[in-house]
């Protein structure tokens, strides 16, 4: 279970694609967050990831602090035991701050468009300055006491067209693990559809480099659709699993089935105090895996991105329903990346061999991540 916590509705920067930009911060308080600790504890005691959002989240460092020493004083490291996560735009990272997330183990991903042209696009300051610099300095110091550190890439119609420069710096840069998004909400014309087909062979080829180089690294979503690949007849690229395996709790304590839900009233249900509605839950859960009928004859049906609820409900206002731009950004990827696939597998290269033959190496790549 992961449980997405919302601390504060306020924000440092003011990102073009954020779908209700507060015009008055609101803070979760000391009493909801001790409330939150104990729903969580008394329902989902084993192994959740507590997440820690915003806004910014690290606007309220102390109340991230107060949590996970409440979480951790209910752990007793058999029936009861968490672990952390954070999702931050980078701004207020500090070395006192890495510091604490490395006592704690709190893994810390940050959100960084790639070069500037991208980056200062979408995600300016307040004053309307770029912020790109700002960020660009924190990546060492992230990198340095976190070296698997997710960073968090989302692409625009507006900054489609530096994809694959953005995914190459970002690799220099030294990060290993990054998670591209498409904004599916933006206007995304068949010209702009066509850039991103380009923008993704030439990542194809960056990829195929990086792996005749023997780098150790993770690019979503390329590493699911190869996997749905070499896996077709046993393999599931993605299923939504809508308020079962997680769940994302309000700054009232408001309880929704994730992030994207939260203050939407139609979807909340419950809240940390009374708990959750079952029969509600069910029946969100029932109607978001219901099939989309569109979807019938596509030979892409189990490898696609199709059944995750929170872009549906973005995109076209229902559980289950995918969007037009949904189909054909996949259309463009999927083709590309099982090229890609069958040529690595064809060069047996061993970085690949390893990365999507052998069982047990997400085990070892983890433990070299932790030395």
């Known amino acids: 279970m992961h449980i997405t916590l919302n601390l504060t509705t306020g924000c440092n920067m003011n990102c073009s694609y954020c779908y ?16 939150t600790i104990d ?38 490291g058999a029936d009861t035991y968490f672990h952390y996560k954070i999702t ?11 510091a604490y997330a490395d006592a704690e183990k709190l893994q810390v991903s940050m959100s960084f468009d790639g070069v500037s042209e991208a980056h200062d696009t979408c995600r300016k300051l307040y004053s309307g300055m770029p912020s790109f610099d700002l960020i660009e300095s924190k990546t060492a110091l992230l990198l340095k006491h976190q070296s698997n550190a997710k960073v968090l890439i989302t692409i625009t119609p507006a900054t489609v067209q530096y994809y694959a420069q953005s995914f190459r710096f970002l690799i220099e840069k030294g990060f290993r693990y990054i ?21 993704y062979k030439i990542i194809a080829t960056l990829y195929k480099k990086y792996i005749d180089e023997e780098r150790k690294f993770y690019f979503s979503p390329f590493e699911m659709k190869l996997a749905s690949h070499i896996r ?7 299923r939504c699993h809508l308020g079962v395996k997680q769940l ?15 203050g939407r009233k139609e979807f909340c249900l419950g809240n940390v105090w009374d708990g959750i509605d079952e029969s509600k ?46 189909c054909e950004t996949e259309r463009a990827l999927i083709p590309i990346v099982d090229k890609l696939g069958e040529e690595l597998y064809q060069s047996n290269k061993a970085m690949f061999v390893q990365k999507h033959y052998n069982a047990v190496y997400p085990i070892l790549s983890m433990m070299d991540d932790m030395m």
């Open 39 to 76: 729903f969580i504890a008394k329902y989902y005691p084993l192994n959740t990831g507590i997440i820690f959002f915003g806004g910014e989240p690290l606007l309220k460092k102390e109340l991230i602090a107060s949590a996970i020493k409440m979480a951790n004083d209910k752990s007793n």
């Open 281 to 326: 839950r069910k029946q969100l859960y029932s109607i978001s895996n219901s099939q989309d009928e569109r979807c019938n004859s596509c030979a892409y049906y189990e490898r696609c991105n199709n059944k995750c609820s929170c872009l549906s409900i973005q995109t076209t206002g229902l559980l289950n329903s995918v969007s037009e731009v949904l």
């Open 20 to 35: 209700a930009p507060p015009k008055q911060r609101e803070d979760m308080s000391e009493n909801t967050m001790a409330a």
């Open 232 to 238: 077709r007849n046993n393999f599931e690229c993605y």
């Open 179 to 199: 998670i591209a998004s498409i904004d599916y909400s933006g206007l995304w014309t068949d010209e702009k559809i066509r850039i991103l087909k380009k923008q």
């Open 248 to 262: 994302s709790v309000a700054i009232d304590g408001a309880i929704y089935p994730c992030v994207q839900f939260v």
């Open 88 to 98: 931050t735009n980078g701004i207020l990272l500090d070395e006192e701050f890495l």
